[in-house]
């Protein structure tokens, strides 16, 4: 009988460069809440630990980012860059990468939902976090499968279904 691997443990690094963002340890808690929900639904395992960079800014500077890195020139709510290109279904490297979360544009994409900040906030840092996992949507299967893990991921955070229909959004 084979062994499991104990359950994966990311070393997580939150900044705050720019932006209204609140107090930095809530951040950090939301960040590692998510995390934590993520491994647990994914079931990822691993012996050895992995690296997770999360960076709060503002509109502006992902907006360069948005344009030097996938030539749109301008502002989006989350950026994804893995630290190293597809690894092997169920492989974990040694650092996942850095997500990348604008201010202004988390701030008015909630207020036009209808959403609590924090609620948003935290699907855009699952978002990013499935990016970096591989998770993707480019196709609709894709799409799909990407969403059904978001809304399992938040609704053990209890946090409302993101793409459920509502009157504002």
Excluded at 92 to 98: F, K
Excluded at 138 to 155: F, G, I, N
Aim: charged share 25%; hydrophobic share 40%; net charge negative.
């Amino acid at each position: 009988m084979s062994r499991k691997p104990p359950p994966l443990h990311v070393n997580i690094v939150v900044s705050i460069e720019a932006g209204g963002w609140s107090d930095p340890g809530e951040l950090e808690m939301l960040v590692h809440r998510t995390a934590q929900s993520v491994l647990v639904d994914l079931d990822l395992r691993s012996p050895s630990p992995t690296e997770l960079g999360v960076t709060f800014t503002d509109d502006a500077a992902i907006r360069a980012l948005n344009a030097e890195w996938r030539g749109k020139d301008k502002a989006t709510n989350v950026l994804s860059f893995p630290a190293f290109a597809q690894v092997g279904e169920g492989v974990v490297p040694p650092m996942l990468g850095d997500i990348v979360i604008a201010f202004e544009t988390v701030e008015r994409e909630a207020a036009l939902e209808g959403k609590p900040f924090d609620h948003h906030l935290t699907h855009l840092v699952t978002h990013g976090f499935l990016h970096l996992l591989g998770y993707d949507h480019e196709s609709d299967a894709e799409a799909e499968e990407m969403e059904r893990v978001e809304r399992s991921v938040l609704s053990a955070l209890a946090i409302p279904d993101p793409y459920a229909v509502t009157d504002k959004g």
